[in-house]
């Protein structure tokens, strides 16, 4: 099963067809990646409002880094596209990393900087003015306490604090933006807790978060709408509630399980 | 271009000499102490082999270095995911070669202060006046870009740190034994002339020597060596842009 777009689009010539007065921050249309043999990303319909938080769920091998790296600018797609903010990824790539935070899911960080110096340093990158970066990382680093594990240098971090650097450098340029995959990996539960009230705070801010996560409850906690993708295609599509409504269940993970077993069931 | 960035990421590179005791060791203390153990070792009239003609040799000697520390600094960048970090930020490929080639000329420009302020130290005189010293500035300044150049082609065909370190001898190795310090006869002379390193030591000499800007054979070897330097970073550029960063 896959859903497809909830909304037809007439037009070939993907310019015209995104509306930059829409609602909508990410539209992907009809994105197709593959690698080889392997077909990464199926035919993906998808758009994603403005100042909305969503959940990007599937398992292992799904697409979900595909995705995030389509709409990054770091793969190029086979066919179809994508706009973000209303840029063409294909087309205004320049015009995208303007708008975008990206949270990778690998922590990357330069070990040999101390944590406040590799925020500053992604702040240059992302051309925030210069007089105001000292002052964003002091408010960013206050926000998550890490005032005073930033003035040692990241080599010396345990796994926890690199991911909570890594999320940090993503939101130096106040992205409208921004790509969270799998943000809270290797954290401890107090600090993934944390970091999903920083996360959660975001939303208030009106900016759009794409998460994506291997914790189901994280999504379901945070989440307004969820889309679960399997095998490059999103087989489902709503808010956590409307999902559990839809197949009868207690919560998100039950869900996702039923969802995703199924189609391992029925040789999908 | 934009300067805010380019000045952040230099500063970054910098840190990452100074911070980094492998770094530091091998671009400024190694040419320092190689510079020392040689002005002790041959500056012994008995010997055939003279300090003072193998002081312009250890200035190319110490810059061919940049070589290693780029390929491995590139191929940590890509393997720690650092590169693709960077690549969603508005930066553009120009502004960050652009600064790996500051920083390195900034390097070299220091091995050129610690080399001379060492080896005169030690005993060394040049022939040569104030603007020699400045010419000798400039040639190493364009050996830098070639080895930035070559570190980047190293760069792109390792897949890892430690492979880059071996890769990168390929090309450190044909230099230093055929353009730096040892004696050059008319046989290995042959294979120097395919290397960069060869006609800085050449130019450094002559300078050392006394010889100025305007003699032809400083304008051939400068000509020379910036056109190997200018054509090397773009190869080096291109194929790290099309095959490395992966």
Known sequence: MSIKSNKKYKSD?????????????????????????????NGLNLEIKKGELFGLLGPNGAGKT??????????????????????????????????????????????????????????????????????RVTNLLKLVNFTEASKRKAKGYSGGMLRQLNLLIALISDPKIAFLDEPTVGMDPRARRKTWEFIGSL?????????????????????????IIDYGELIALGSPKELMEKHESKNLEEVFLKI????????? | MNVQKILALVKMELKNLIREPANLFLMLLFPAVLTIVFGFAFNDPELDMEFSSMVPGLFAYACIFIIMTIAQSFATEREEGLLKRMNTTPMTSGEFMGSHIISNMFIAVIQVIIVYGLAVFLGFRSQGDVSGFFLAFLFMILLSLSSVGLGLITATVSKS?????????????????????MPITSNTRIIG????????TDSLTSIFEGASLTEANILINLAIISIIGVIIVIIGIQLFKKFGNR
């Open chain 1, 13 to 41: 010539n993907p310019e015209d067809i995104f509306d930059p007065d829409s609602d909508n921050a990410i539209v992907i249309k009809d994105l197709v990646k593959n690698f080889d043999d392997v077909i990464a990303v």
């Open chain 1, 66 to 135: 595909t995705i995030i790296n389509i709409l990054s600018g770091l793969l190029v797609p086979t066919e179809g596209t994508a706009f973000v903010g209303g840029y063409d990824v294909r087309k205004n790539l320049n015009k995208v990393k303007k708008l975008i935070g990206v949270c990778p899911q690998e922590a990357a960080v330069f070990k040999f900087l101390t944590g406040r110096e590799n925020i500053e340093l992604f702040g240059h990158l992302h051309e925030v003015p210069k007089s105001e970066i000292k002052e």
């Open chain 1, 203 to 227: 939303k208030d801010q009106n900016k759009t978060v794409i998460l994506t996560t291997h914790y189901i409850e994280e999504a379901e906690a945070l989440s307004d709408r969820v889309g």
């Open chain 1, 260 to 268: 995703t077993g199924r189609r391992i069931l029925e040789g999908i």
């Open chain 2, 161 to 181: 740190p430690g492979a880059a370190t071996g890769i990168s001898f390929i090309f450190i190795l044909p230099q230093m034994f055929f353009g730096t310090f």
């Open chain 2, 193 to 200: 002339m395919f290397l960069p390193s060869f006609y800085v």
